[in-house]
């Protein structure tokens, strides 16, 4: 929402256990199934099961005519909820 006050969507995201996933899909192309193309994208979801991105090939499944040859996944979880805290305080650096 723009002009919202607080923390943002991906960093509340972040303290919910999400971390960012770099996917590579790499597909047959339905004209010429000899030849495979490269869809690449980032998204924040759980790792190790991945709800997110078994929600995405469920629907590239369903709805892409490009069959998939294989997906590779790397994962990076950027920050938990231990490893932030509020501080209510002023620091007065002179």
């Known amino acids: 929402m723009a002009g919202q006050t607080g ?3 991906d960093f509340i995201r972040q303290l919910e ?3 960012l ?3 590579e899909i790499h597909y047959f192309l339905p004209d010429h199934p000899r ?3 490269l869809f690449a994208f ?3 979801d759980v790792a190790p099961r991945f709800p997110v991105l ?3 090939l469920d629907y590239w499944r369903r709805e892409i005519e490009g069959p998939l040859h294989s997906v ?3 994962h990076q979880h950027l920050i938990g909820p231990s490893e932030w805290r509020a501080v209510d305080g002023i620091i ?3």
């Open 7 to 9: 923390a943002s969507r």
């Open 17 to 19: 256990g999400y971390g």
């Open 21 to 23: 996933s770099t996917v």
């Open 35 to 37: 030849l495979i193309q």
């Open 42 to 44: 980032q998204q924040y």
């Open 54 to 56: 078994k929600d995405f």
């Open 72 to 74: 590779r996944v790397a």
């Open 92 to 94: 007065a650096i002179h």
